[in-house]
């Protein structure tokens, strides 16, 4: 009796004993014999946060955990759509000012060259003009410590020059005539990044307006800019959007507003979970009547295709140029507290006439999606209308009835080619070499004080056509062991010494009148004015349509 007494005291302990032996059994083998199966892996984010704890507690070498991540989340967004992109902390703050207006800065704009820093302009009223840093010089030491050879890149320059506001930097530069180095406190400040160009009368009648991205300060730009002519009574408009690969979508609705009456639709955005999003112009806008031509080529994308589209659309311009690049996907900035962020695609956006212009893509699998623009070179659409193959399944119709096209882009309604005249196998290798880059830098260095005093774009120009450029470049090319092949030489010349000059232009004068100087003789820029000239900016009913 007392036996069992003695055991039924126990058994509650027993019990537990063997409870916990049967976990620490199980865990055993289920660890080193069972593969490591996880039973509450119930979805796909639960498996990936698994994974990485598998990862970092059992991994068979020690490894940093945050390159693991940073390297998986690239990948995971490749699985969706082209345009959803991981942005490393190290680069979201530059990635994000070129959009913002403005960064903090030394206000430079440089070039490296023989690994060193080149300072190519200063910018007017910024904190190196101030101190007296002038074009021409070259940084020798950052902060005491000496800043050439192979540790001067894009990003260590970048790292080095930009900062906070109100942070000092100490500049060593070397400068042409001066025995020493030359010392400067820097105190960085506010750095404007403007997203227009150029804008200047063309002709008499005509303005002209280059914008190169859709930024947060576009729109207060291109109102100054609209002023501006217009106080040189301005009677019709270009506005040139090739190259510009787009920016923010209220940027160019807001651009949009300025050409369009009231109540007329620009666009309209839907996603799986993006209610649908309509826009209206809502008649105040300042150029409601002036003659306007867009041109666009297969670099004009995203926000510029919004603008072009909602132009086409409405009828109330002409657009010129190539079929621009196809992008329809709206992305939303995703931030995350380590200064990263992702741009995930959340919508797609429609143009007034119900099209979606996003080209087709295979989600996580179209290497090809990005070289699209090779495939259109080789197949001739940069030079022939006739090669674009319009997807006609896909029609619809602006506010006049004429047809416009989904699936690929904004088709302009006059198409002009790209000019290859004087292009040869000789222009390609030595622009492919930068050589035609570096000789122009190192001629405006070596006559910046002459050139400058010149002070306009056409006696620059004039002045360099007598000083045989071209032969002193080939001179140059056959230096740095480019062989020289006289028959394409010829061929190339005129085109030669409009890059050369172009470039001696732009670093010299600056970013406005190196455009001037290129719109000359550019055909798609004459076409424009010849467009404005006749009157016919504004599109017209196609005859006989069926209804």
């Not at 498996?47 to 970092?56: C, D, P, S, T, Y």
């Not at 307006?209 to 207060?220: D, E, L, M, S």
């Not at 311009?317 to 962020?341: H, N």
Request: charged content about 25%; aromatic content about 8%.
């Amino acid at each position: 009796m007392a036996s069992n007494n003695k055991t039924t005291r126990f058994l509650p302990f027993i019990i537990a004993i063997s409870i916990v032996g049967g976990i620490l059994i199980g865990t055993f083998y289920s660890k080193h014999y069972g593969g490591n199966r996880l039973g509450i892996i119930n979805s796909s984010s639960n498996k990936i946060n698994a994974l990485m704890r598998i990862v970092e507690d059992q991994y068979v070498d020690t490894i940093d955990m945050s390159n693991v991540v940073e390297g998986a989340l690239p990948q995971i967004l490749a699985q969706l759509d082209p345009h959803s992109t991981y942005i490393p902390a190290l680069d979201a703050e530059e990635v994000n000012s070129e959009l913002e207006g403005s960064f903090s800065g030394i206000g430079i704009q440089f070039v490296i060259q023989d690994d060193t820093i080149h300072i190519n302009s200063v910018i007017e009223g910024g904190p190196s003009e101030k101190v007296g840093i002038m074009a021409g010089d070259r940084i020798v030491k950052v902060n005491d410590s000496l800043f050439v050879g192979k540790i001067v890149n894009e990003r260590t320059a970048k790292e080095h020059l930009k900062g906070p506001k109100g942070t000092e930097v100490k500049i060593s530069v070397k400068r042409s005539g001066e025995k020493d180095l030359l010392d400067f406190i820097v105190v960085r400040g506010d750095i404007p990044q403007n997203s227009i160009n150029a804008v200047y009368m063309i002709n008499d009648e005509f303005g002209y307006v280059k914008i190169n991205k859709f930024a947060r300060t576009t729109h207060v730009e291109l109102l100054n800019a609209i002023a501006q002519l217009s106080h040189q009574n301005c009677k019709g408009l270009i506005i040139d959007l090739r190259d510009n690969t787009g920016g923010y979508m209220d940027a160019a609705l807001r651009m949009v507003n300025e050409f369009l009456p009231e109540g007329r639709l620009m666009l309209f955005a839907q996603g799986r979970k993006y209610p649908r999003m309509e826009e209206y112009a809502n008649g105040t806008g300042s150029c409601q009547r002036m003659p306007l031509v867009v041109l666009i080529n297969e670099s004009s994308a995203s926000a510029s295709e919004i603008f072009a589209g909602a132009i086409q659309d409405n009828d109330r311009g002409t657009i010129i140029g190539r079929r621009s690049f196809g992008k329809g996907l709206v992305q939303q900035p995703i931030e995350f507290s380590d200064g990263s962020s992702i741009r995930l695609t959340v919508a797609r956006y429609y143009t007034p006439s119900g099209r979606c212009i996003q080209r087709p893509y295979e989600n996580g699998k179209d290497p090809e999606y990005d070289t699209d623009w090779i495939n259109r070179y080789e197949h001739g659409e940069f030079f022939s209308e006739d090669s674009i193959k319009l997807n006609t399944e896909e029609e619809y119709f602006t506010t006049l009835g004429r047809p416009v096209y989904a699936g690929g882009g904004i088709m302009p309604d006059i198409f002009v080619p790209q000019d290859t005249i004087g292009v040869t196998s000789y222009l390609i290798e030595v622009s492919n070499k930068g050589l035609i880059s570096r000789f122009g830098f190192s001629y405006s260095d070596n006559n910046r004080e002459k050139l400058l005093a010149l002070g306009s774009y056409e006696k620059v120009a004039n002045y360099l056509s007598k000083q045989d450029i071209t032969g002193q470049f080939i001179r140059y090319c056959d230096s740095k062991g480019v062989k020289r092949r006289n028959l394409l030489i010829n061929k190339s010349h005129k085109l030669l010494e409009k890059y050369l000059c172009s470039n001696i232009i732009s670093n010299v004068l600056g970013t406005q009148p190196y455009i001037q100087y290129w719109n000359l003789d550019d055909k798609t820029v004459l076409k424009a004015v010849e467009v404005l000239k006749k009157g016919e900016a504004f599109p017209k009913a196609p005859e006989n349509r069926d209804e």
